[in-house]
């Protein structure tokens, strides 16, 4: 056999060859999807919100619960006695130092979409604002970025972390030579984990997370293609957007080609200092005092008000709002959260449950609130003082044109636009590499604890990616973004329950002196 053939490349440790029952439903399943969405755009979005709609409605409420109590959940682990539980050896290091892995869970966790919604949501807000206050009064100005600091708060990331865990736990405790859902459910599922149940959670799982990948193009790729028309005069058209996800694609099936340290690491370090030295650079050249008392005012709020806004339905309204937004965000983070404790397990080898809860929480939350932070009050202050006609722009040209005009406020536009553009292209491919690994480490039969999946594995699934972006991309807009957000929180909630429950009942079934034990 040669070592490099992708249909079997196996030893006593693992068996890299492609597992055919979860890898072939999912693969029929995008096809079935993205083609059509490609050549009969509108009769898919029809369809898509056929099915989306209704379930939004009957079930967001029960998403925003879920989110909520994952929070508490994690606080009450990190803090109590199953804290000290270490995943690895009792005397091993971390396999990855703690910026290198505080980078790699923000940039896949994130992606490219952050830097959009930091300037497009409070900017909604001020439109159609919450908790039924007068659009563009005083009110809904408070209201708007405390909403976004909401909305990436916490629950976002509680999602991940409650996931991460039970995984964690499967792999480098227990040895389980597989990262996927059905391996980390065994306790719940028993050996339906090699049945129709487990492959039917692993293709969910996969196709939730194709979805949210998805979503975060719809929303990323115009607003580079926006950035690059600013600077070079082109037209908007899909071609330009379909060449711009050629060179996303590209990276990242280079990035997953040369594995995680040397691929998907190197670039979310190198991406992150990019990230944030642009965000210093708009705090400082802009009205850097308004900035932080409004970020300062955002942050307090949030706080005060945290079970109040989370858990507002509005129910005596017609108001969408917790729809379009509460609701929709907790089922996009459900959406990514086995994805995200696939992902968080592989690199957390060596960490403590209360590393990689206390240390992951924070960095993630507090990466988010930076950008969103200097890039919302930036754009508030741009429309408190009718610098630009904030709303007028987003109601009538879009978000990816707001972000062109926010950006061309700034001295030396043009390079900030160019950096733009790196970043967030580069921050999509980071996503697109991390869930293209994790999607291949799950159709991979068997893989070891420090195993890479094969790399012809890895690219396909950068590809697949890709084609379902462009079926995205030709439907367009904010609501088809939407629309694959909602629907991939509909995909993944009963595996995401599934998998906290699992991590209840190792902890009951174990206790914390037998994990130690197993060890």
Known sequence: MQEDDFTCQTCEENDLCLDKSIAIPVVLVLLLISLPAIFYSAETETILKNIVTPLNRALGSSFLWLVTIFVFMLIYFAVSKYGDIKFGDPDEKPEFSL????????????????????????????VTPPMNVEPKSIEAYEWSLSFLLLNWGPTAWSSYFICALPICYMFHIRKQPLLRVSAASEIVIGKQKNGILGRFLDCCFILGLMFCTAMTMCLSLPTVEATICKLTGWQSSIELQGKILIVTIAISAISVYFGLKKGIKRVSDFNVII???????VFLCGPSVVIFDTFTNAVGRTANNFLTCILWTDPFTDNTVPQDWTMFYAMNWLGYGPFMGLFIARISRGRTVREIVGCGLFFAVLGGYCMHGVLGSYTLYLSRNEIIDVTGILVNQGGAVLMAEVFDTLPFSTIVFGVYALVSTIFLATSINSSCYVMAATVTKRIGINDDPHKLNLVMWAILQGLLALGSLTIGGIGTAKMLGNLAGIFICIPVILLAYSWIKMLKNDGLDSITDCR
């Open 99 to 126: 910026g290198s892995w505080a980078a790699m869970i923000f940039t896949s966790g994130v992606a490219g979409a952050c830097m959009f919604w930091a300037i497009v949501e409070p900017s909604w807000y001020l």
């Open 275 to 281: 990230a944030f030295a642009l965000l210093i650079y």
